[in-house]
């Protein structure tokens, strides 16, 4: 069987003749044009995701934040990280007040007491729970839920290293936002990434298989035949999906928040479209003409 050139996968994009003809393409070509696919279809939640952390990760957003870092190394007691848990000495204070914020250390889920404490809704609030914490700051409309293993060195003994020397810690308030609001971002993106790839594999294959059921009017052995088995009309649908995730890909580039499951929805219907389309053709096709 004769291989599918770039030129024909190209031209796939937008006429279904050539698509016709990419039931031929390479085991390679298939599985690159299908991990790209994903990639170009998660793009938008990439983008959105990645845009989300950097906003959240603004000083601006927590004013304040620098002086009750300050004030928590400047305590009795002590506090550390140990294996992305939180350890604090007995004689550390359990409630403080500084620069107008509450600073909270608890057993409990740092999200739930902020909901119970009555102050939350207008004081701005740092919460240390076991394994996570919440910085909410009301006047900016702002909560920032992190984890303790994305942080690095966050104890009261490398704050009170820096806590005299303004410039370090600036450098370490962003540090530690900038940590809190990205550190989850490659794990989540991955996660996405995975997800998507499932959903796309799955919407593929009903897809090819839609396509296979056109062979009934085939006569065995023809190069219509050949081209609507399963892993043939699998490749098509490879093919014709790309354009579509594409094009999604750069919308989203310039609208980030267009959101991964709207980007979905057009691709499916771009895509199905298509297929539709191209298995109505096939139907009322003859085809009588064998390979040569």
Known sequence: MEKTSPVEIFKAQYSNK???KCFGISNFSFVILLIVSIMLLSFSFVMSRV??????SSPNLYPGFGGVLQDMAKQTGDFSVDDGELNVSFNYPRRLESNGWLVVVTDDAPALVLDEEKTG????????GESSFVISQP????SLEGA?????????TEIRKIVNNVNDMVTYTKAFLFASATGEIPSSIISMILLMGVQYVFFIFISGLLLTTS??????????WQKTKLLPSIKIMTVLGFAPSFLLALVSHFNPTMGVTFGWLLFSIITSVRAVY????RMKAKPIIWST
């Open 51 to 56: 845009q989300q952390g950097l906003i959240l």
């Open 278 to 281: 191209l298995y109505v053709k």
């Open 215 to 224: 062979h009934r009017s085939a006569i065995k052995g023809t190069e219509f």
């Open 121 to 128: 809704a207008y004081q701005p609030m740092f919460i240390l």
């Open 148 to 156: 303790y293993r994305f942080l690095g060195f966050f104890s009261s």
């Open 139 to 142: 006047a900016t409309n702002t």
């Open 18 to 20: 050539a698509a016709e």
